[in-house]
């Protein structure tokens, strides 16, 4: 009687568990019913993101989302802005996320594809954001992207300067993986249009301390207007130190340089160059960020076929810098202001020594000493001014600096002088103001010796 009586009770029992269970059911699905509606997902995603990286986000309506063949979320008409910020630094066509189901179960954090189509960004504001945030304690490990990131017609606004028509594609990414980049736009710059190419990989890209390591870099350009076309090779790497070595060749520069520099690079075939820089993080508290010790070399040029430069540099930079420089310029370019006979003549390559102590946000003149065979050229200028006089054109026969000059021979106007001294001193204002047609007048002193 008492297992009957037991069997009875669980027969009564089963109906209730099955009401429940339905109940429960129900109740899931009228859950997602809701919440999977493309309106009340997309805020949601939405405000949880705007929580995260401190942002407002908003769409232009509600996204759309697949399942198969795996998770897919589409955002209409993305924007991003600094809460209470009235214009958008970002702005997008539309976003897609791929995420493979391993990630939503939380078994994996890779992302199976991000594609951005039409973004409109602002360099200068997104920057801003990015600084508001606060810094990372974690070391930079690069995400997964299965089927990578691609960008299409996108906009780049900085200061000065645009970059339209932006393409990027980067097929796969992981961290410890090789990649692989293909970039295309179009520069614009006041009235200047220029257009670049660039093909990039790395046999290893990955995070490295809070930046990144690529080793095994080739690059190709292929450019006009303000952009080379160049083939180079190397490293880099980007930490709590810098690192970055480059070599390879140019096959053509713009028009500018050339113009600037000497006509033989109008039409050079290759032209070499190797370029390192290096920077050890400073041994005790610095308050800029460039604080440390900096060492650069670069070469330029074949010294066969054109004007070859040779330069080393190294700083020690924090609230005060303390600066050398060393240069060797093979051959005096022609597009330079030419030298009077007697020094034409000397067939000896421009040596240049320079030096700077003193504030980095207030540059003080630095020191120099010029040399081409046996004359000597000692002195002091301001970059900026000197940076004004080039862009200028050489708008005056003087260069904006203090100097004395010392040469055992200068011919003037068919007269030859021997044994001679110039004192040049020249205000920085009238040469960088005065027209090319009209040199500034200047003060200059000789006297033989």
Known sequence: ???????????????????????????LVLF??????????????????????????????????????????????????LP??????????????????????????????IVLKSPDIDLRAAQRWLATQPPSTQPVKLPTLQRGLSITEGTLRGDGWTVEHLNLT???????QAATLDLRGRLLRKDAVSNFDLHG???????????????????????????????????????????????????????????????????????????????????QLALLPAAGDWRLRLSFGDPKRQPALDMQAQASIGMQADAKVNARLQGWPD??????????????????EAGYHGPILEPAPFDFTLSHGPSILR??????????????GFASLVPPLQATFDTPQFDLAGVQLRGVRVQVSDDPAASTAAPAKAPAPTRKRAKKS
């Open 32 to 81: 997602a019913a809701y919440y999977l509606q493309p309106a009340q997902l997309t805020r949601l995603l939405l405000d949880g993101a705007s929580r995260s990286l401190h942002l407002d986000l908003r769409t232009t309506g509600p996204g759309s989302y697949a399942l198969r063949p795996e998770p897919r979320l589409v955002l209409p008409g993305l924007s991003a802005s």
């Open 379 to 392: 002195g002091s200028a301001r970059l900026a001014d000197l940076r004004a006089w080039v862009r200028g």
């Open 170 to 176: 980067i097929p796969r990414l992981a961290d410890g």
């Open 1 to 27: 009687m008492a297992e009957s009586g037991a069997a009875s009770v669980r027969r009564r029992r089963w109906p209730r568990w099955l009401a429940a269970a339905g109940l429960l059911l129900l109740g």
């Open 201 to 283: 990989s790395a046999t290893h890209a990955a995070g490295a301390g809070q930046g990144l390591r690529l080793d095994g870099i080739e690059l190709h350009l292929d450019g006009d207007g303000a952009f080379p076309s160049l083939a180079a090779s190397g490293h880099l790497l980007t930490s709590e130190r810098i690192d970055v070595a480059l070599r390879g060749q140019f096959q053509r520069i713009p028009a500018a340089w050339s113009a600037a520099l000497d006509s033989r690079f109008a039409k050079p075939g290759d032209i070499p160059f190797d370029f390192t820089l290096a920077h050890a993080p400073a041994t």
């Open 84 to 113: 209470g910020g009235k214009t958008p630094f970002f702005k997008a066509g539309a976003v897609e996320l791929a995420l493979p189901w391993d990630t939503l179960r939380g078994k994996s954090t890779a992302i199976g594809s």
């Open 335 to 352: 597009a330079w202001p030419g030298l009077p006979a007697g020094l034409a003549a000397t067939p000896a390559p421009l040596l240049l």
